[in-house]
């Protein structure tokens, strides 16, 4: 019997965005099938996939387990087919296709399952086009050199989540495969450990509950969202000169001295006394010796806790006596370098008062993780039943987390003298965690109808005093409804990035509210230009726009630059990407050359764009980009393709430009007149030639830009500033300053 051929991995790449073969990111992969034997025959694709599941069986569910459903589920494994083809020797058969599209489809499914995630990772394969039949395959292929076309026979892609993780998905799916044509099982389980350290490195990436919350209601508002870095959890919202930067959910309007402030609990408890606010009653403890002197004191029952801390890590509340103690302060200094605290109880239950941008905004009532017995069913029961409700689950889809049968809880049971095989009695109110907030399995209820004004202004006091804007306080009160004065109270701890779980979508739309007012988006207006002639057109649009004002970030085939500067890293540093223009904290507009090729395997850097200028292209770079067009399609009357292409782009308004069109014809609005009137002073005016040449000088234009352009991309320039909301006197003085004039004048 034959041996079966093998595939040969040549190259990877991961795309920045949105390619022409489907809307989310992707990694591809290019390869060849091993010709070395040339009595191998091609390897069955059910036989490789049974292969898998059979030899690691932890690979089922990444191979059979469905995705999520949608657009974006293009390709599933069980619809991962290629059409078929009659070929002769020398081209790619199509069973070679076949064993590629399973390929993909186990790539897909293996990412998929590595890198589950709220923000991607979900499972989209296809093949990477389809290839030319009279185009024989190199086989080859220099692994060093940049593919020279995605439609490759024998490219494929695949979804990510996490573009660290991608590429290693990928390969590592491939060597999968490559095993299993193989049927080398015993290769197929030495692997198995990087498979789970691929899984543990997409958790390690993983955003937190916080960061995805924001992540999804800044979707629905349009404002966009990139994750920075998949080493910190630090999402930039908007885009250039309108954007804004948190970390879970603090921001960049917090202040450096607030923060400092409220990560040192001793710092502030003693800013809260000194302003007259109900801050806890606490002593550092050098040794537990000390700690339980001070206990005494007080009288038990106490809490320890770390001096420097978040999320109440190494918090003990309710600490009862001497031998508690010990366990108490050891948790606490295992946290960290700072000292423990031992601090007076104050009786109440613990509510977190919510503020952003110095409001109260929600106020959460914390009720620890509880059952209630019914003489019947064991306490593992009960809590068997609590983790049923659908609303817990792990991650950020479920409103509740699951109560976990560990030590923690046999430590609180055991101090209601219980066990988990212990039935109480019916009506029995069983308590099973120390801590009440949600990562523990509390529950929250929303109390801030119920405030008294003295909390609610406390609480907003504390806040402009640590000059914070996003802000959660936990505070300790036997009744919220009555003024700290009247009954006690305290405030035992404040949260520069507190959990958004308690607080639901209230409390993150009020952080996205502050950061962009009155509904904003954070959007920076965003040109595309794809054709021939769309590289000269963008200088032109740069040129004009900068006369205007504006600070252009501008993207072309290999190159990025900001404010007319090439951005260009150390050697050794990777180039910048396209994205890098929304990053940049100067640049107000965006202006992008595209072409077919950057688009099909470099991605699409942006999700949304103003204006969209079309050439004759590649109908696939207008699928792409035509539903991404929320503001006008400007269309080459000479290329009918492109103009009937554009028939169904929604509410976008299109346009098809001609020869003879004047600026009225592009741009209906009054406010022309007064840029065709400045072309027309210019022209008239005998001094017209020195007075622009001087105040072209003064704008930094480079006008030869525009002498060597044709009148109509010097129109098109001129209606694409006032497209986007440049006023029609700066594009007038624009074009004085340019030499520009209105088309059928000719230039000045």
Known sequence: MPAERTPRLTALRTSLGATLFGDAAAVFAWMRWDDADTHARLPDPATVATRLVQVLPALA??????????????????GATVEARRSDARRAPAEARACLAALCALTARIAWWLQQCPEGGHGVAQPAGDPDPDREPDLDHDPDREPDRAGDAMAARSAYGFPDVAERAMGLAFELVRDACRADAAALVRRMPLVQTLRAAAAASALDNAAVMVTRRAALRGIPVVRLSSRIRLLQLGQGVLAHRVFESGTDLDAHTGARLASNKMATAETLHRIGLPGTVHQPARDVDHARRIAR????????????????????????????????????????????????????????????????????????????????SSIDALIDALNADPRRGVGPDYELVPVRHDADLDDMLHRQGLTRTSVPAPGRHVVLRRHATPPHGGTTEECIDRVHPDVRAMAQTIARALKVQVLGIDYLSTDIARSWREVGGAVCDVNLTPGLRPHGHLGVDAMLELLFPDGGDG????????????????????????????????????????AGAPLTPPAGAPPPAPTAVYEHPDVDCAVFALDDETLRTGGLPFDRCDVLVLERGDAGARALLLPRTRGVVLVDDTCPDSAAGVAQVGAARVVRMRATDTLADLVPDADIDIVAAAAADADADADADADADADADDAGVDDRAFDAAAAGDRLLAAAICLRIGVPARAVAQAMRAARLTHAGRGPA
């Open 61 to 78: 569910d990444a191979v059979h387990t469905p995705g999520p459903t949608g657009p974006d589920a293009v390709i599933a494994p069980e």
């Open 297 to 376: 004191g007080y009288g038990y029952p106490v809490v320890v806790k770390p001096s420097h801390g978040e999320k109440q890590m190494g918090v003990s509340i309710g600490v009862r006596d001497d031998d508690d103690m010990a366990r108490a302060f050891d948790e606490a200094r295992a946290i960290g370098k700072g000292l423990v605290l031992v601090e007076r109880l104050v009786p109440g239950y613990e509510c977190r008062l919510f503020v952003v941008g110095g409001r109260l905004v929600s106020a959460a009532r914390r009720h620890p993780a509880a059952v209630v017995g019914d003489g019947r």
């Open 523 to 562: 959007r920076i207006p965003t040109i595309a230009l794809v054709g021939a002639n769309a590289v000269t057109r963008s200088r032109h649009v740069e040129t004009l726009l900068t006369a205007c004002g504006r600070t252009v970030g501008r993207v072309e085939p290999g190159r990025v630059s900001v």
